[in-house]
């Protein structure tokens, strides 16, 4: 009678080798890879739009067109990797497409107009000296984005799709990526920007916007899992904020004119350089604390604290 040689195996020399335990497979799609294509994926075509415009100079009447295509573009990434990774995934994040679609029509019906017509932060904010500027764009242009994700975040997945901390990045993700194409169609079609400029600009933006999400991200995957003090989410708000008002403040200084008007790309280089080593730092530096929170739970399930 035979049993057990399912996971025996022979190495044709005599030797037989030990049973290999099935690998175990993880349920959830992964989260840091998705960010990293879709991120490196709006990088690589920003660089051939600006080497493009460079040899070949654009028609006038297909700016806007083109506007609009980029502006969409990270929303389209988010959905051929993040999102595509999810419908693959055994146990997909059900809820990120609502918070990406909830997250655009807040920033259209509230977060754009708050921002650009009844405060008016560009109109007199960037004649302010440079630490009164750092503190209005943080205010205005950080604040108010990243308490207005978190609260589609905390009310439509909070409560019964939290499973896992990588669910807070997850869904912190859709709903920036969701936010941003608002504001960058309102850039492309009341600015008309050429298109290596609105490109520029439109990466920027959302590797300023993503950093901050990952680090309101880890905010709330402590406050869902863990027992931190309730200082804790306002604090990382507040980081996430100051970095927003310093990044477009000197962005402000490097282009010399109001945050929504095209400016000349050798300066929007720079600001493009700035968000894309912004992005890369600050992802580093979450998957690091992520990794870590989550061995410490781990060892602390095994102790039984």
């Known amino acids: 009678m035979e049993f057990g040689t ?38 690589g075509v920003v660089v051939a739009v600006v080497l493009i415009s460079a040899v070949v100079d654009p028609p006038r009447n297909i700016w806007s067109p083109l506007g609009v295509l980029l502006a969409l573009l990270p929303g389209l990434l988010w959905c051929l990797f993040p999102w595509l990774a999810e419908r693959r995934a ?25 921002i650009q017509h009844w405060l008016a932060v560009d109109s007199w904010g960037a004649q302010q000296p440079l630490f009164t500027r750092i503190l209005i764009y943080s205010l205005a242009i950080g604040t108010i984005p990243e308490v207005l994700k978190y609260l589609v975040v905390r009310y ?22 969701g936010y941003l194409t608002v504001l960058h169609l309102h850039y492309v079609l009341e600015a008309s920007p050429p298109p290596d400029t609105a490109a520029i600009r439109i990466f920027s ?12 991200a880890y905010g709330i995957s402590e406050m869902r899992f863990s027992m931190p003090s309730p200082l804790l989410l306002p604090g990382v708000i507040s980081i996430a ?19 929504t008007l095209a400016v000349s790309t050798p300066r929007l280089l720079i600001s493009l350089i700035i968000s894309a080593v912004l992005l890369m730092g600050i992802s580093l530096a979450m998957v690091f604390l992520f990794n870590t929170t989550e061995r410490q739970a ?3 399930q095994g102790t039984g604290l």
């Open 6 to 43: 399912e996971n025996v195996r022979s190495t044709g020399t005599g030797y037989i080798v030990p049973p290999v335990e099935d690998e175990e497979i993880y349920p959830y799609a992964r989260v840091w890879p998705g960010l990293a294509a879709m991120a490196g994926t709006l990088f």
């Open 90 to 114: 055994e146990l997909g994040r059900e809820r990120l497409f609502a918070v990406f679609i909830i997250s655009a029509l807040l920033a259209n019906a509230l977060g754009y107009p708050l």
């Open 156 to 177: 439509v997945a909070w409560q019964d799709y939290f499973r896992i901390r990588a669910d807070a990045t997850a869904y912190s993700i859709a709903a920036t990526i």
């Open 205 to 216: 933006t959302t590797a300023i916007a993503l950093s901050n999400s990952l680090i309101v």
């Open 241 to 259: 904020s100051l970095i927003s008002g310093v990044v477009f403040a000197v962005r402000g200084n490097l282009s010399n004119t109001r945050l």
């Open 298 to 300: 781990e060892e602390a």
